[in-house]
């Protein structure tokens, strides 16, 4: 689940600020989807598109789920982005 807000920051440059909350998990197994068991984040970012790269992005994300030595333990995770997004 994807949850996201953007505003333009200078519409001559096509660069954008956005807000975000996010909520997924994978699973091996249909039998071991639980819908329940989620791992969630919220953050903010930039993109810019260019006409020769397409977009280019930075993330700042707090991850509410990580684990470290089997404690749920948040921490801070930066994401970079480049080129166009496949559909």
Known sequence: FTLEYTFPLAQAQSLYGLFFAEAGNAWLDL????????????????RMFTP????????FAY?????????????WVP???FGYQFY
């Open 31 to 46: 039998g071991d989807t639980d819908p329940f068991d989620l791992r969630r984040s919220v953050g903010f970012g930039l």
């Open 63 to 75: 991850g509410f789920d990580h684990f470290v030595d089997g404690r749920r333990q948040g921490r």
């Open 52 to 59: 020769l790269v397409g977009l280019i992005g930075f993330d």
């Open 79 to 81: 994401h970079f982005q």
